[in-house]
């Protein structure tokens, strides 16, 4: 979430149009939606110690590469580097959370996500700081050795084997046998509202310091601080999303979080003051808490042998198309339409909450 905000300064010093620009992020989340699936299927493997591991330790290599990056072409191979690192990460968090807290998986997920927010509302404004007073190198550089410390912790803190029993009776499933189970109307549902919501989430994140500062007239530092503000309150929205997963299941859940963010869609465009921005901005954050119920479930209902492998074929495939989002949308914001692209946002959101009233959903603990 630092890329967003660095996205003028790129724009800048590597010349890049907006449609560039969002062909940057788009191809960050490209190559970290192709690397899931392996990276599921390896977690499922070989233990999600070793595969959580490896991956903060190629994403520190990957950010020297940017940081270090003398021409646009460099720039976006390091870019896709970092993507590929991180790709490893999700899956095996999921399910070494799911495997150990078995009786509150959206609880412990909601908790763990609201966590990254708290990461990612406070990255951002301190990298625009950085950025504005010494250089974007720095703004983006000095997140290195915390990531190095961080995968100290994750390797001595992870259980070695956190793989459950039903997992263990025998080998895991390869790709065509989890392809062919993956086929049912359920989860096809629930991939398609899981594209719909990275579309939505991965658009509106990449562009909107920019819009904050091209068209609502803000400096870059507030709109960073706003930009900050969204995930902050994610870290409420989560956990909430989790419990209410819990308790009254994804149906009931899914539709009320999703429709709030269609309303601060709809507001965004026409908003003109502090406060309006500050009320849509409130609105659209409701969205993520979309990801602690869809994966959950996911989670939760995936059989234990393909658990890994069959969320990373889910997560890469909705990531991967909701990766155009940002290059599309750059297109689009060329072309002088800001307000609307975020009105066509809202319009997707509404789509993707009727989907999820109307769609069938895999019943819970079957595995």
């Not at 449609?19 to 992020?25: C, P, Q, R, S």
């Not at 495939?317 to 909701?322: D, I, K, L, V």
């Amino acid at each position: 979430m630092i890329y967003p905000v660095l996205l003028p300064y790129f724009r800048e010093e590597f010349s890049l149009s907006y449609t560039a620009a969002g062909f940057l992020v788009t191809f960050i989340w490209m190559c970290y939606a192709i690397g899931q699936a392996p990276g599921g299927l390896i977690a499922d493997r070989f233990g999600e110690r070793t595969i959580l591991t490896a991956s903060v330790v190629i994403a520190v290599g990957s950010l020297a590469v940017v940081i270090a990056a003398p021409s646009a072409l460099v720039l976006f191979v390091g870019t896709g580097l970092v993507g590929l690192g991180l790709s490893q990460y999700p899956i095996a968090r999921i399910t070494v959370l799911a495997n150990l807290y078995p009786d509150r998986v959206g609880r412990v997920i909601g908790i763990t996500m609201a966590s990254g927010d708290i990461g990612q509302t406070l990255l951002p404004p301190i990298a625009s700081v950085l950025a504005v007073g010494l250089a974007w190198q720095v703004g983006l550089g000095w997140v290195i050795p915390l990531l190095c410390l961080v995968a100290v912790v994750l390797w001595v803190s992870i259980p070695s084997k956190a793989t459950t029993d039903d997992a263990d009776d025998g080998e895991t499933a390869g790709f065509r046998e989890t392809f062919v189970a993956l086929r049912r109307r359920s989860y096809l549902s629930m991939s398609v509202v899981l594209f719909l919501f990275i579309f939505i989430w991965q658009t509106f994140s990449a562009f909107y310091p920019t819009y904050l500062t091209v068209e609502k007239g803000y400096s870059p530092t507030v709109a960073g601080v706003l930009f900050g503000l969204f995930f902050a309150l994610g870290v409420v929205i989560k956990p909430i999303a989790g419990m209410a997963y819990d308790s009254i299941g994804a149906k009931r859940s899914l539709p009320v979080i999703l429709g709030s963010a269609m309303i601060g869609l709809l507001i965004l465009p026409f908003a003109d003051t502090t406060v309006a921005i500050l009320t849509a901005t409130l609105f659209i954050s409701t969205m993520l808490g979309s990801g602690a119920i869809t994966q959950s479930h996911l989670a939760e209902t995936i059989p234990p042998d393909m658990q890994g492998t069959g969320l990373g074929m889910i997560r890469s495939s909705a990531t991967m198309a909701g990766a155009t989002g940002p290059v599309v949308f750059g297109v689009i914001v060329d072309r002088g339409f800001f307000d609307e692209g975020y009105l066509v946002l809202a319009l997707l959101a509404g789509v993707v909450t009727l989907l999820t009233l109307v769609m069938p959903y895999e019943s819970r603990s079957s595995t």
